[in-house]
C-alpha cells in the first residue's frame, strides 16, 4: 500500500458513489424546498432570452416563442432560481477546484489532435446537446435525474437513450480524448 502526501490526498476527487448520494440528496431537497427538480438548460435559455431583449427589444416582441417567455418570467429573464443554480454549480465548482490545487487554465485532450480542434468539437457537441435539451423540452438534469427520481417512465428512457446514444457513438469520437 502506498501512502499519499497531503498533496496528493488534497488533489483527490470525491469518491463517485459519495458523489451519487449526495447528488441525489440535492436532487431531493431542490424538489422539497422549490417544488421542482433540477436542470441546467432553463438557465441557459433565460440568459439568452435576457440577451435577446437587451440587444433587440423589437425582435423579443415580434417573435412568439420569445413574447411567451417574457410572459412567463414578470421578474426578469435572470431572475430565476435555474439562474442562481448554474451560477452556483460555477462557482462551487471554481472553489472547489482552487481548495483541491486543480485549478488550471488548459485544455486536456490527446496527443493527435490540437487544442483548437478539442475546443471546436466541445462547442459543437455543446451546441447540439443544447440544441436536443430544447428539443426535448430539458436537459440531462432535468429530463433524466428528475424524471428519474418522481419515477417517470420518460426519465429513465431519457437517461437510457442519452448513455446508449453516448456508447453508440464512442467509439467514432475516442481520438479526440485518447
Do not use: D
Not at 493527435?112 to 426535448?136: E, H
Amino acid at each position: 500500500m502506498t501512502t499519499l502526501s497531503k498533496e496528493e490526498r488534497s488533489r483527490r476527487y470525491l469518491n463517485p458513489y459519495l458523489g451519487g448520494i449526495l447528488l441525489g440528496l440535492v436532487l431531493l431537497m431542490s424538489n422539497f424546498i422549490s417544488g421542482r427538480g433540477l436542470g441546467a438548460s432553463g438557465a441557459v435559455k433565460s440568459v439568452v432570452g435576457a440577451s435577446i431583449e437587451a440587444v433587440n427589444s423589437n425582435a423579443a416582441e415580434n417573435s412568439l416563442f420569445m413574447a411567451e417567455f417574457k410572459a412567463s418570467h414578470q421578474g426578469g429573464a435572470l431572475n430565476n432560481w435555474l439562474v442562481y443554480e448554474v451560477l452556483g454549480v460555477i462557482v462551487g465548482g471554481f472553489l472547489s477546484g482552487a481548495f483541491a490545487g486543480r485549478l488550471k487554465l488548459k485544455v486536456e485532450h490527446s496527443p493527435k489532435i490540437t487544442s483548437v480542434r478539442r475546443l471546436a468539437f466541445a462547442l459543437v457537441g455543446g451546441a447540439l446537446f443544447g440544441f436536443g435539451a430544447q428539443l426535448a423540452r430539458g436537459c440531462t438534469s432535468g429530463a433524466a435525474l428528475s424524471g428519474m427520481a418522481v419515477l417517470s417512465l420518460g426519465g429513465f428512457i431519457t437517461m437510457m437513450a442519452i448513455f446508449g446514444t453516448a456508447f453508440a457513438l464512442a467509439y467514432f469520437f475516442r481520438k479526440l480524448w485518447i
